[in-house]
T-cell receptor, first 110, second 116 residues
Framework: EDKVVQSPLSLVVHEGDTVTLNCSYEVTNFRSLLWYKQEKKAPTFLFMLTSSGIEKKSGRLSSILDKKELFSILNITATQTGDSAIYLCAATSGTYKYIFGTGTRLKVLA | NAGVTQTPKFQVLKTGQSMTLQCAQDMNHEYMSWYRQDPGMGLRLIHYSVGAGITDQGEVPNGYNVSRSTTEDFPLRLLSAAPSQTSVYFC???????????????FGPGTRLLVL
């Protein structure tokens, strides 16, 4: 059975801290790993990763994929209160399916 | 571009009632899908479609029907609502599935459904 597991489930940090969110997957016909940020409503896209070891960066956020060990991490440096959200990881398979993890709830305190 | 739109935003149903959640996209996307999101469960795929006239089941299809008569619209039907279907429902769409394409999905704003 395909599955995606995220850890930790929740995290509380102070502004300025660096956080690392984890995502492991077991998916048949794996194609890509995606990260989303979900605030009050719909998830919004952050990164798509298809190749091992190539870091994707966007401002203070970065992510990398390890296809041998079947995991990805999302790093957020110098966190801000606006980073408070649920971060979702999803793996895509060759059968048009997205398998989502349960998410990591991040709260950044001022 | 309005992107992905969903109606209604919020709905209360009684057990046994039926209703249709509407989803439309104006990006000419082939792929559309429906998810439900429950606390502690993440997003779970209900049904998806890879083009007009083509639909398939996802992870949790029971109690839901879909059809895709046009590229733009992908309604989700609850035939006989049950309290277990209380959830937030998201519709999403994306372009083709060819190798190298951008595989991100664009999500609608969600429909919050309460079944009493």
């Amino acid at each position: 059975e395909d599955k995606v597991v995220q850890s930790p489930l929740s995290l509380v940090v102070h502004e300025g801290d660096t956080v690392t969110l984890n995502c492991s997957y077991e998916v048949t016909n794996f194609r890509s790993l995606l990260w989303y940020k979900q605030e009050k409503k719909a998830p919004t896209f952050l990164f798509m990763l298809t190749s091992s070891g190539i870091e994707k960066k966007s401002g203070r956020l970065s992510s990398i994929l390890d296809k041998k060990e079947l995991f990805s991490i999302l790093n957020i440096t110098a966190t801000q209160t606006g980073d408070s959200a649920i971060y979702l990881c999803a793996a895509t398979s060759g059968t048009y399916k997205y398998i989502f993890g349960t998410g990591t709830r991040l709260k950044v305190l001022a | 571009n309005a992107g992905v739109t969903q109606t209604p935003k919020f709905q209360v149903l009684k057990t046994g009632q039926s209703m249709t959640l509407q989803c439309a996209q104006d990006m000419n996307h082939e792929y559309m899908s429906w998810y439900r999101q429950d606390p502690g469960m993440g997003l779970r795929l209900i049904h998806y479609s890879v083009g007009a006239g083509i639909t398939d089941q996802g992870e949790v299809p029971n109690g839901y029907n879909v059809s895709r008569s046009t590229t733009e619209d992908f309604p989700l039907r609850l035939l006989s609502a049950a309290p277990s279907q209380t959830s937030v429902y998201f519709c999403a769409s994306r372009g083709g599935w060819e190798v190298g394409s951008r595989e991100t999905q664009y999500f609608g704003p969600g429909t919050r459904l309460l079944v009493l």
